[in-house]
């Protein structure tokens, strides 16, 4: 038992996850819940990967901002720039960062309030040619009850996609 825990220790704090390098050029990602923690990180990640269109969708415009300027300063360093180009993007720093700014969009979108979905979810379809990854990251979780809509607040976030659904907007499934 001692051996099966200490090697579950040392997989856990030693080993790391390979680093992905798929190139995401040509795609067009959205991302709930990415002005801050995993989804911004995911979001800069589809965005350092080359995706043409990065949507951060969240329910503040002004933190999502925060987080696509976040986003454009890696953009926009060496690194990032070099691990863009060598995914098959043109080269090009000034045409690189131009290209960033129009790449990473802030999206309004409020997963507790049904009509915030279907808002959003017609901006797709008018807006977007392609929908090729969807990361549902958003969540809550509170101590107190609180409702939403008709529901409890962490069911309704948690189900906004099958409640938007219910109320006449198309789904994208990732």
């Known amino acids: 038992m001692a051996e099966t825990t200490s090697q579950f220790l040392i997989d856990q704090l030693v080993t790391s996850l390979p680093d ?3 190139s995401l050029v040509g795609k067009t990602c959205i991302v ?3 002005n801050i923690g995993l989804g911004l990180e995911a979001a800069r990640k589809y965005a350092v990967l ?3 269109t990065v949507i951060i969708a969240v329910r503040n415009l002004a933190k999502g901002e925060e987080a696509r300027q976040s986003i454009l ?3 926009k360093s060496k690194t990032a720039t070099s691990s863009w180009v060598s995914q098959g993007t043109t080269g090009g720093d000034v045409k690189e960062a131009q290209e960033a700014e129009e790449r990473v969009k802030v999206w309004q979108l409020d997963l507790s309030s049904y009509k915030s979905v279907q808002d ?3 901006r797709c ?3 977007l040619d392609r929908l090729d990854v969807v990361l549902e990251n958003a969540g809550i979780a509170t ?3 609180e409702m939403a809509e008709d529901n409890e607040a962490t069911i309704t ?3 906004g996609r099958a409640r938007a659904s219910k109320h006449g907007a198309d789904v994208v499934e990732a």
């Open 20 to 22: 992905p390098d798929t």
């Open 32 to 34: 709930t819940g990415s």
């Open 50 to 52: 080359g995706a043409s």
């Open 73 to 75: 300063t890696t953009l």
């Open 120 to 122: 959003f979810a017609a």
């Open 125 to 127: 379809e008018k807006e």
């Open 143 to 145: 101590q107190d009850w």
């Open 157 to 159: 976030v948690s189900t």
